[in-house]
Each structure stands twice: as C-alpha cells, then as structure tokens.
C-alpha cells in the first residue's frame, strides 16, 4: 500500500472564535509585518499553502459590533499578492465570494495572482447570506439559499471558461459575457479551487468544480465516512479520487509530555471563550438578551425566540429558525447529561478537532488520519498571531519529515503540482471540457 503524503495548510486568523487576544505574544491582525512574519514562518515548513478567511462588514450583535471580529483587514487579493513578492513555493489561498463579484473581473484578478506568483493562486469558493453584508454593495437584498449555490456554479463555470481560452463566450442564467481574456494563461492552468460544504449540496459542488474541500469532521470516523462519501462522487463527473483533496480544519497544542499539553489546552479554551463570549455566543441561538445569566450557571430555561428579527447581524449559521430550535435542543441535551455550565458547554461545542500533546504525539496522529483515509491533510489555525507556527515548524514538521510522509523540500513550483492535483487540461478536468465549450 502507497504511503500518502500529508498536505498542511496554514490559516491566518480573521474571522473566528478561537484567536486569544489578550494574550501577550498576540501581535496585529493588520499589519503587513503580522503576514509577513506568519508567511515566511509556514514556507519555512514547506506548508503547502497559506489561507485567508475574509469577512466583508464586521458582524453585529444587539446593534454593537462583534468583538471576535477583525476592524480594518486589508483585503485579501492585496495581501496575498504582497506575500507573492516575499515568498517563492508556498500556495496562496483567499476566500472571495460569488454574490459580490462578477466573473470576468474576479477570474482575471486571480489569473494576476496566479502569474505574478508563478503559479501559487488559489480561491476559496463562497457565497455571501444576507442583505446585511449586501448593503455595502449597494444590493439591500439578497439570494436564497438555492439561489446562491445556483449562481455559484454559473460564477465558478464562467471562470473556468475564462481561464481555458483566450476568447470567451458564456451564457446562463445568471451570466451572459463574451470577450477575449486580456491576461496570458496563467502557469498552474487555472488557480486552485476550495470550497467548503457539509451539506449534501456542498459536497456535490466540491466533486464536479473543486480542487480541495475543508471539512470540519473531528473523530476517524466520522472522517473517514465523509471521506469515502466524496470521493465516491467524483466518478460521476469523470474525476479521478486524486482529483479533490480533502483537509478538515484542525488547531494544536504542543507540550512537553501530554500532561504538560492537556493543561496548555484548557488554559488556552479558557482564554478563547471567557464569560463575556460565553454569553455572546449563546445568544446567537436564543436570539435574546442573556446578559443577565451567570455564565458559569446553567442554560436559560426559556426557549430561543423565533419570533422577531435576528440580533445577529452577518453571521450565516443559526439565522434559520428550524436550525436554531434544533441547535438549542441539542445543546440543552449536551449540557443536562454532562452537567455543563454555559461556559463549559460553549468550550465544548465551539471546538474544532485538536491535536494535543508532544511532537511525536501530534506527528503520528495526523499521519493516522492520512493513512487510514479520514484526511488527505489538515487546514491548521494557531491560537496565537502571528507566532502561532512558530513551535509547530521547530518541533512538528521535523518529525512529520523523519516519518517520511512530509516533504523536506517543495518539488515543484505549482501550488497545483505540489497538491498532486492533476494538471486542469487534462482530459477528466472540467476545465478541459468548458475550454472545448466555450
């Protein structure tokens, strides 16, 4: 049996519960010199790529700006393409939405990406939810759910056929362009696709248009279920199982012995989720003032309010009432077998999958996950910015490298190349058939 190799990504913080700020090595979430230290720091440890999050208007709750949010993010196409200039192998991932963007202008902005860094460009593929984040754009509606996945595959099919030719002529329902491309192809072919999708839809969308699929499966199990359900999906698009790599997100806590790790790891969840946040997030689901609960003490006794408006402003998860009447009956399940406090409950369900203990510990585990097929790699976000890697690149990757299963050097020059994806005019590419098409 081939032993995989492990795919890491880097995520850089923006938009999340799980950056400490308080703490005293935290630095900026703007500045240029936060990214610069973070990019060198992955590239240094032969990561794959770098990903960036991205918000477009700082999230609300009961009127009043969202404390886990960042104020003043540069936007992503910049910072990516600064990181270009002072990095050479490591891939360069930014999140840019469907809803907001036209393809033409969005398709040659990452073919720029993609030339200006030899072939290291690559987009995560979202939608935007609400009228909320629609106001900056001048749109105070906004599309059903169907809809926007809708016109994310039109969007996505529009780029693709941009990107196989020079000139181009695409028709759908939502889109009707035609032009020659004004920019060279670029060096990968076209940039790397991700998506992220749990649901059905989702996983069907990663299967016939994406390159990579993050998902947020924390046992083998259940990572090995997801694992095996998409890649079976693939053949219906003429896709090889090689063709779409999948990388849940993941944090880390490394200590001296395990011991010395678990300890770390509750000071840190302590720290990521105080009282205050605690409370934050519960509302979220009740949709109701609970500043009045004690946040060491039980769940409020009443149930979520589903009869005004949201207090929540930009965020896309609970804002459905089934969804949030579903989510706090679970949570009170949870919280009542365990005897949880709101705060312990919100460490509980706000975790993602963490890798907690020594260096060999760390190594092994995620190379279990590969071996066994619940992972082709991890999206890893430190808890700390920007020296969050630091520890992970000195004491982790050499033992991932001592495995034999993690590069000591990057082979190719191609984010694509690197990913072992197979080359976008291939013959089982959709690229390769829109280029015929289009």
Do not use: C
């Not at 998902?215 to 896709?239: M, T």
């Amino acid at each position: 049996m081939t032993t995989k190799q492990v795919i890491l990504g880097a995520q850089f913080p923006g938009v999340n519960n799980f950056t400490v700020w308080s703490d005293p090595a935290a630095g900026s979430q703007i500045e240029f010199s936060s990214f610069r230290h973070f990019a060198e720091t992955v590239e240094r440890g032969k990561f794959d790529f770098i990903f960036l999050a991205e918000g477009l208007r700082i999230r609300e709750q009961k009127g009043r700006f969202h404390e886990l949010d960042v104020a003043g993010r540069p936007n992503t196409l910049a910072i990516l393409t600064a990181l270009a200039a002072i990095t050479e192998h490591v891939g360069l991932i930014g999140t840019l939405t469907t809803t907001f963007n036209e393809p033409y202008v969005l398709a040659r902005q990452l073919a720029t990406l993609d030339i200006l860094s030899g072939g290291r460009a690559g987009w995560n593929v979202v939608t935007s939810p609400d009228a909320f984040t629609g106001a900056n754009f001048r749109r105070a509606d906004h599309l059903p759910h169907e809809q926007r996945y809708e016109r994310a595959r039109a969007f996505i099919e529009a780029a693709q056929g941009i990107w196989s030719s020079g000139d181009f002529s695409i028709r759908s329902k939502y889109f009707e362009i035609a032009g020659r491309s004004a920019l060279e192809r670029s060096p990968q072919g076209a940039p790397v696709i991700a998506q992220a999708g749990d649901s059905d839809e989702g996983r069907e969308f990663a299967a016939r248009h994406a390159d990579l699929i993050y998902s947020r499966h924390g046992s083998l199990e259940a990572g090995q279920a997801f694992y095996a359900d998409v890649k079976k999906r693939l053949a219906k698009y003429d896709r090889s199982p090689d063709a779409l790599k999948i990388l849940p997100g993941a944090n880390f806590v490394i200590g001296d012995t395990q011991e010395d790790a678990d300890e770390k790891q509750k000071a840190i969840r302590l720290q990521q989720v105080s009282p205050k946040s605690a409370i934050v997030f519960l509302e979220q689901v009740w949709n109701r003032d609970l500043s009045s609960y004690d946040p060491d003490g039980p769940l409020p006794d009443v149930e979520p309010d589903v009869s005004g408006e949201s207090l929540v402003q930009g965020r896309a998860s609970n804002q459905d009432i089934k969804r949030r009447l579903e989510t706090a009956r679970s949570w009170r399940e949870i919280a009542e077998r365990d005897r949880l406090s709101i705060r312990e409950l919100a460490i509980r369900v706000t975790a993602r999958k963490q890798f907690v203990g020594t260096p060999e510990s760390i190594a092994d585990e995620i190379n279990r996950y590969v071996q066994a097929d619940a992972a082709d790699g991890f999206v890893f976000a430190p808890h700390l910015t920007p020296g969050g890697f630091d520890e992970f690149v000195e004491k982790v990757v050499p033992v991932l490298q001592e495995r034999g299963v993690y590069r000591r050097e990057y082979a190719a020059a191609t984010l694509r190349s690197n990913l072992g994806l197979p080359d976008p005019t291939e013959e089982s590419s959709p690229l390769r058939h829109l280029s015929q098409t289009a």
